[in-house]
């Protein structure tokens, strides 16, 4: 599990229903191709949002019943047709991935809740929609699993995103902590650094764990699939902490020495769960 670039996307997992993997196959690649218009080469701002404007169109030409001219879109309006999907989850993500080219700071904790909501979010929407689960307990439990995902991907991606101009750290956190941009340009992870990390991966942690029930919740392979990503944010929040914050040498991911202990958390999971009602 990794959890940047769209790859908390569970593309071409084996844990994944058969009947669910063609849909979220098409689905990743709007999404992974959207983003790259929003973060790869070198195009001008200005290219980059006309880009995504013609998505939104073919969007807008889905909705109207009417066909899509680009082929990924021809073939996500037959994914959208086949399994009834909600278009405002694809309008959200471009919304999101717009915000990227034009925005580079957040004021507050807040805001940047209202990007995951777009950026974020809309993943575990659709997947839950593919999978056939729409109540409004389900949907706010996945909302707050995918916002912790991508916190997590923010925290363990600080030097990544400084090198692209970004600092996904509420400002206010860091003037609250006196900790400088100049202090992130450096890769310095002393002085409070590491409390202002703490804090950050605490607020991630607290997310993940409120939505992490959707994952016993949930049955069969998907249910398997959502408890191994949340046991890999837990894995990634910890590895973090271990480091006192210190991404800048120490950047947390998952191992081959990670995965026996997820997967077999995982799969043992539901069975602790009937153990403690017992």
């Known amino acids: 599990m990794a959890v940047d670039h769209y790859e908390n996307f569970p593309v071409g997992s084996l844990a994944l229903p058969r009947r669910m993997r063609k849909a979220v196959h098409v689905i990743y690649r709007f999404a992974r191709h959207a983003d790259d218009i929003a973060d ?25 019943g009417e066909p899509p001219q680009q082929p990924l879109m021809q073939a996500l309006a037959r994914v959208i047709a086949e399994r009834a999907l909600p278009l405002q989850p694809f309008y959200d993500l471009l919304s999101a991935f717009s915000q990227d080219v034009e925005k580079t700071r957040y004021q507050n904790f807040a805001e940047l809740v209202d990007y995951c ?8 929407r659709l997947m839950l929609a593919l999978y056939g689960e729409h109540d409004s307990r389900s949907l706010a439990m996945s909302d ?19 090198q692209k101009g970004r600092v996904y ?8 902590f006196r900790v400088s941009e100049e202090q992130i340009a450096r890769g310095d992870a002393g002085g409070v650094w590491p409390m202002l990390m703490d804090k950050e ?37 910890k590895k973090i902490h271990d480091a006192r914050g210190d991404v800048f040498n120490h950047r947390p991911v998952l191992g081959w020495k990670d995965w026996p202990v997820i997967i077999g958390k995982a799969l043992w999971a539901p069975y602790a769960r009937r153990g403690r009602r017992a």
């Open 169 to 176: 750290i509420p400002q206010d956190d860091l003037a609250k």
């Open 40 to 64: 790869e080469g070198d195009a001008p701002a200005a290219q980059r949002l006309a880009a995504l404007q013609a998505l939104r169109e073919e969007l807008d030409r889905i909705g109207a």
């Open 117 to 124: 909501r777009r950026s974020a979010n809309p993943v575990g």
């Open 201 to 237: 991966v605490k607020r991630a942690l607290a997310m993940l764990q409120a939505g992490s029930p959707l994952a016993l919740k949930l049955k069969g392979r998907f249910g398997l699939e959502l408890r191994m990503i949340v046991l890999g944010g837990e894995r990634i929040l």
């Open 144 to 162: 707050g699993i995918c916002t912790a995902l991508q916190l997590i991907n923010f925290w363990q991606d600080v030097a990544i995103d400084w």
